[in-house]
């Protein structure tokens, strides 16, 4: 069964290429090309799982994951980052809902192991063949 998907990526290229991948697997996506955005966007289309950039105009990644982790609602969002800048990884150290930390370029295998592992994680043992 596939899950919902958002994407938070000003590169259209990229949101593209993560799009392509996921679609396939049955996961239904949609993009946001910044942090205001995707704000407005996670209450109205409910994700699973947000996949973001870290630098982008606005807001950037890491304001908008203080935001999603004070947010009663949102709080629980499992997130993946993605960053050029491997230093920006120790800054989302402390937030429980980033689950993966991919720096770029990455392999889009990785990309898709994080997503696997965590609804893999979230349906728990009895949904495995």
Partial sequence: MG?????????????????CALEPLGHWVKVCSNGREAVQTLRSYK??????????????????TTQVSEDA????LPIIVMSSLEVSRRMFERFPQ?????RKPFETNDLLKAVKAEFEKSEGPAAKP
């Fill in 98 to 102: 980033v689950i993966a930390f991919l």
């Fill in 47 to 64: 994700p699973d799982l947000m996949i973001m950039e870290v630098m982008m105009p606005g807001m950037d990644g890491y304001s908008l």
């Fill in 3 to 19: 899950k919902k998907i958002l994407i938070v990526d000003d590169d259209p290229d990229n949101a593209g290429m993560l799009r």
């Fill in 73 to 76: 609602e949102l709080g629980s």
